[in-house]
């Protein structure tokens, strides 16, 4: 399957730890997205990455998160000291930038991440 | 800032019967304009998109949208729903840059046999 990988799956962690998720996107991609989803509520925008460059992050995005794509490749989204509003199902997108205005864009969605904080 | 609505949350229809999903945006740029879908247990899958040209979109699956740009709407619809529609739908809108999604908060089609 070449389609984007997110794990684990799912997580359980207690209130104050830190979890680290990975997001493999389709290889050939120069964008990778992540997305946070409550129950009840579309995919809200967190940051992007134009390969190994993080362009934009959302004011949802608190000095306890951080995301890195090191090598323009696979990225990775770090919650620090969980909280239990973080629950939620944290995705991952790519997708093929063809230029300053990507008139093809298409986003390409992992099955995300569970996170549950007890 | 764009902006996206979806007004009916949960929209249960019986098999063959017509559907449509509303979606209406708001942004002060031109904008593009998705929906996608999101059966149980899997990722987001794109469905049909509006760039430019013709306002009426035909996607995957049977479904299309109209761009009405004077009631910044991009309704979805199928003329005959299938017990395997049943999923979440999400209208979304980019900027022209493609570099933000912002997606509405979806809309739960059931369909019923």
């Known amino acids: 399957d070449t389609g984007v990988s997110q794990n684990p799956r799912h997580k359980i962690t207690k209130r104050g730890q830190n979890v680290t998720f990975r997001c493999d996107p389709i290889s050939e991609h120069n964008r990778l997205y992540w997305y946070r989803q409550t129950l009840g509520q579309g995919p809200e925008f967190l940051t992007y990455?134009?390969?190994?460059?993080?362009?934009?992050k959302s004011r949802l995005l608190s000095d306890r998160f951080s995301a890195e794509r090191p090598k323009g490749s696979f990225s990775t989204l770090e919650i620090q000291r969980t909280e239990q509003g973080d629950s939620a199902m944290y995705l991952c997108?790519?997708?093929?930038?063809?230029?300053?205005?990507?008139?093809?864009?298409?986003?390409?969605f992992g099955s995300g991440t569970q996170l549950s904080v007890l | 800032a764009q902006s996206v609505t979806q007004l009916d949350s949960q929209v249960p229809v019986f098999e063959e019967a017509p559907v449509e999903l509303r979606c209406n945006y708001s942004s002060s740029v031109s904008v593009y304009l998705f929906w996608y879908v999101q059966y149980p247990n899997q990722g987001l899958q794109l469905l049909l998109k509006?760039?430019?040209?013709?306002?009426l979109v035909k996607g995957i699956n049977g479904f299309e949208a109209e761009f009405n740009k004077s009631q910044t709407s991009f309704h979805l619809r199928k003329p005959s729903v299938h017990i395997s529609d049943t999923a979440e739908y999400f209208c979304a809108v980019s900027d022209n840059y493609g570099q933000n999604f912002v997606f509405g908060p979806g809309t739960r089609l059931s369909v019923l046999p």
């Open positions: 997108a790519s997708s093929l930038s063809l230029g300053v205005t990507a008139t093809n864009e298409k986003l390409f």
């Open positions: 990455f134009q390969n190994e460059a993080q362009l934009e």
């Open positions: 509006y760039l430019s040209g013709s306002t």
